[in-house]
């Protein structure tokens, strides 16, 4: 490695020396915000003058803030984290190249992640069985008997991959249990010399994840932010991730919240504000003296929620608060003496009174902050509590003022569902409607069609408009906050103190984020009375904050139907996109747990909860809200008494072991996986079919056919599959095929580690538009030159068996939305060799890339329409063959005929749009997983 700039320093704490990069050792660097200054260290660390060189160190330094971006750098995570959604491909693929390794007679050994990897299983169990004490383990064996191939992959890559860790499930959401356990905030690895010898490497922990909300660890100080599976994938490989340097926006806060105001309150005013200035793409960095008064738990729930307003990371700096987090949840001593040690020696310790430069500062004041909830169709949508029940009858009398059709951002984020998959920030570009919901509303009486169901247990109740029927404590949003969740204890104490149950039709849960909630709940005394209130556990996983809400009540759930009932969910969650947390709620609304135990007790948003009583005593008098709002100091007693690190220590000393249903799981003890032919789940990847142990020589794209002719603004979500799999499609035939029952499914985000599953689903998204079948939306297209309509998929099969190239023709901002590895996974895997696109959303563009798929752009002013292009003709791509280096232009020879039927052919030049001397080496090895792959077998 290099060391251009003699940054190569030691720092001693406590007696042990640590080889540390000096980010001071450049002149200019002090100005730079917190996260540059991570940024900084990781290109000092990894500069070998080929991935990292001294120019790029230099670029970032000389950090223009009023630029849009700055150039291209690599970044090497110290770190991934995943979850099961999304990291089960990531691992099917590293068993398969164990096996292509032993094909090519290497060591299978040798396939192990090269950096540690750390997956947490919460995006499975569903709240099934509610309000009970056995509905956690109800949900557990269901959630078991859904899961098991997929469980049995991931069991066996616990105990056969080396820096691979697997939480199992029910133990936690995977961002929770890397706030309180997993994150290091310093990182070190051991001595890179002869025999170990030398000093111990120290580094911030820095991860990318492969779940949106992987920004809550910024909490910490740890810069991190969701990507797509291959780019994880390739950072488990050990393979630099390229990014452009960021815009970085100042959030300076000062004042502090008032008196009975929560950091679920604060988020979302945050999350308003940031939208309306439109922060897409940025990082986003808060200070001042206001950041003090934050605490950790606060700092997290502002990181949790930057999908929401577009930004890649939302940051707090490393501080006392931050040391103080550290020992509540167990740490070593020693490791957070480190911390504080090497954040002051590398001035990125907060210091209130010194302000970096920003790309633009936006002042705050944290007294402004007021009660509210968000929605009902968006999170960014924020309605002060004491206008909730104005608005909401404004909006049941006249509808949301949210456009029918999201775009965006609000796009992108809704379309992560139900995988939480990252969002691909290039192009989503600011949401321009948006509610201003903070003047007054008129008043509306709510519209009444009441509805009679017969509750089990409760008798006759009468469902209406505006009713809740979902109270949900979940999500890591505000599960891990033990401030809020003690405060919803105290609420559900006094309430049912007070006489108070929550309505009989309203499904209640409690998920939290962490064994720790339940340990803390029990110590405090607080489980029974949310336990009389319905709030039993369920599970602890994400569940209703990304739609595994489970069924509603059977009875309210045909009285909605029958009355055609617009009623609402209330989560303490993070996203509420219509359709998203239940298809039978139109309305989902954000709030903070004490307000969703409110709301099930009061059964409707027709209340007005600061004037309106939630009900009556025994004797008769009314109990308002505020008359069981805990204070803060109630709360904050609570807390100290209750939330101990001994709870972190003991519920995180066996993490990793899991359940009964886990631990007997039967899994093969063999270095090799033993694929199970008839798996619905699980199925052994072709990527590595016929691999060779050097890569083949770049050939021309000859007698191409046209798959899709796509216009503007495709996103991934039409190109990969997600949601639930339809009988009648290619997927769902496939599965009725291999015996499963429709009802048995489940979703492709479920079966990702199948790749028979995910190619039938690609391009499959009903909004879809072919223009080779005008007028018909969906996967479906021409099989040429006979023209006969087939799906997407079967009309690939014929192609392949016809032996007969595919490409795609598409519009701008191809790719955009969720950063979703099967949209490029799926293109490669249907024959596709190129996309010739208007433009790429970056990220999309490097995945094509990373599985073999020729980018290509028109040049500029040109496009198919431009073109006169039908898609009917035949496509050949020239100058690849016999190149050694990959050209930066091409030839498309396009051949079609004219009316008469004499053959013509005309051609034009297309820009390849392989950017970085990483990408080239990716394609002209077929993709990465090949590249490294052959890379670690040939030494």
């Known amino acids: 490695m290099k060391n251009s700039f003699g940054a190569r320093s030691t720092l001693t704490v406590a007696g042990e020396d640590y080889e540390i990069f000096r980010v001071d050792a450049l002149d200019g660097s002090a100005r730079l915000p917190y996260s540059l200054k991570v940024l900084l260290e990781n290109l000092l660390r990894g500069e070998d003058g080929v991935h990292v060189t001294a120019d790029q160190i230099r670029a970032l330094v000389a950090w223009d803030p009023t630029a849009p971006h700055g150039v291209e750098i690599p970044f090497r995570p110290a770190r991934v984290l995943l979850q099961d959604f999304t990291g089960v491909p990531c691992v099917v693929d590293l068993v398969a190249m164990r096996d292509a390794m032993a094909e090519l007679g290497g060591d299978p050994q040798k396939i192990n992640p090269l950096i540690p990897s750390e997956l947490v299983i919460d995006h499975s169990v569903i709240a099934d069985a509610f309000g009970s004490p056995e509905a956690f383990q109800v949900n557990a064996e269901l959630e078991f008997s859904r899961n098991r191939e997929r469980y049995q992959l991931l069991r066996w890559a616990q105990q056969a991959f080396d820096d691979f860790l697997v939480v199992p499930p029910d133990t936690g959401i995977c961002h929770q249990v890397n706030l309180e356990y997993l994150s290091r905030v310093i990182f070190t690895t051991p001595p890179r010399g002869p025999d170990g010898v030398g000093p111990i490497q120290a580094y911030p922990d820095t991860l990318v994840g492969t779940d949106s909300h992987t920004p809550m660890v910024n909490g910490l100080g740890v810069l991190g932010w969701g990507v797509g599976g291959i780019e994880a994938e390739a950072a488990m490989l050990g393979q630099p991730m390229s990014m452009l340097i960021p815009p970085v926006v100042g959030f300076k806060l000062s004042g502090a919240l008032r008196e009975g105001v929560t950091a679920t309150d604060l988020v979302l005013t945050v999350a308003q504000q940031l939208r309306r200035t439109g922060v897409v793409g940025t990082f986003v960095e808060f200070f001042g003296p206001g950041v003090g008064s934050i605490s950790l738990a606060n700092r997290a729930t502002l990181g949790n929620m930057s999908p929401e307003y577009g930004s890649t990371c939302a940051i707090f700096p490393i501080d006392a608060v931050t040391l103080d987090y550290l020992r509540l949840t167990g740490r070593p001593e020693k490791q957070i003496r480190l911390v504080e040690a090497y954040a002051k020696e590398q001035g990125m310790w907060h210091d209130s009174e010194r302000e970096a430069v920003y790309s633009q500062t936006i002042e705050f004041d944290l007294a402004a902050v007021e009660p509210s909830i968000a929605g009902p169709k968006r999170p960014q949508d924020r309605i002060p509590l004491a206008n909730a029940r104005r608005l909401i009858g404004a909006i049941l009398n006249e509808g949301s003022k949210v456009p029918a059709e999201l775009s965006g951002l609000d796009e992108a984020s809704a379309e992560s569902f139900p995988a939480s998959d990252s969002i691909a920030y290039g192009q989503n570009g600011v949401t321009p409607t948006q509610l201003e919901p903070d003047g007054p509303a008129p008043e509306h009486d709510f519209p009444s069609n009441p509805v009679i169901a017969t509750v089990p247990g409760a008798g006759p109740v009468t469902v209406d408009h505006g009713h809740v029927v979902i109270a949900a404590i979940t999500s890591c949003t505000n599960t891990s906050n033990p401030a809020v969740m003690i405060g919803a204890g105290l609420l559900a104490k006094k309430a049912v103190e007070a006489g108070l149950r929550s309505k009989p039709w309203v499904k209640t849960s409690l998920a939290p984020g962490s064994r720790v909630v339940t340990d803390y709940f029990e110590k405090a005394g607080l489980s029974p009375y949310l336990n009389q209130l319905g709030f039993n556990l369920v599970g602890y996983g994400c569940t209703t904050c990304i739609g595994n809400s489970g069924p509603l009540i059977p009875e309210v759930s045909q009285a909605v139907t029958a009355g055609d009932l617009n009623v609402s969910a209330v989560l303490s969650g993070n996203r509420n996109f219509e359709g998203r947390i239940h298809a039978e709620t139109q309305m989902n609304f954000l709030a903070s747990p004490p307000l969703v135990v409110a709301y099930a007790l009061a059964g409707t948003m027709n209340i007005d909860l600061l004037t309106a009583p939630l009900g009556h005593d025994a004797s008769g008098k009314p109990v308002f809200l505020r008359d069981i709002w805990p204070s803060d100091q109630e709360v904050q007693s609570v807390v100290d008494s209750s939330v101990q690190a001994e709870m972190f220590a003991a519920g995180y000393a066996n993490v990793f072991d899991g359940d009964d249903n886990w631990k007997n799981l039967r899994i093969p003890t063999a270095d090799m996986f033993a694929w199970d032919d008839t798996s619905t789940y699980v199925r052994k990847p072709p990527y590595f079919d016929g691999l060779r142990r050097e890569p083949e020589p770049l050939t021309d794209i000859i007698g191409a056919r046209v798959l899709a002719l796509l216009g503007d603004s495709v996103t991934t979500d039409h190109i990969s599959p997600a949601g639930a799999i339809k009988r009648d499609s290619p997927a769902g035939r496939y599965l009725i095929e291999q015996g499963v029952a ?198």
């Open 742 to 939: 429709p009802g048995d499914f489940n979703s492709y985000g479920s079966r990702r580690g199948n790749h028979q599953v995910m190619i039938r689903g690609t391009f499959a998204n009903i909004r879809l538009r072919n223009q080779l079948v005008p007028g018909i939306e969906g996967g479906f297209t021409r099989h040429l030159p006979a023209g006969d309509q087939l799906s997407i998929f079967d009309a690939a099969e014929k192609y392949a068996a016809e032996k007969v190239p595919l490409i795609v023709i598409a519009g701008a901002e191809y790719g955009s939305g969720s950063s979703r590895d099967w949209a490029a996974k799926g293109t490669l895997l249907l024959g596709v060799k190129a996309v010739l696109a208007t433009s790429f959303e970056r990220i999309h563009r490097s995945n094509l890339i990373g599985m073999g798929v020729l980018p290509l752009q028109f040049d500029a002013g040109e496009s198919a329409d431009s073109l006169g292009l039908t898609g009917e003709e035949v496509y050949s791509i020239v100058g690849l063959a016999g190149v050694t280096d990959i050209p930066s232009r091409v030839t498309v020879r396009v051949a079609a005929s004219t009316a008469s039927g004499a053959p013509t052919t005309r051609e034009f030049d297309a820009t390849v749009r392989i950017d970085t001397p990483a990408e080239a080496a990716y394609f002209q090895h077929g993709g990465i997983l090949q590249y490294v792959l052959r890379q670690l077998l040939n030494g």
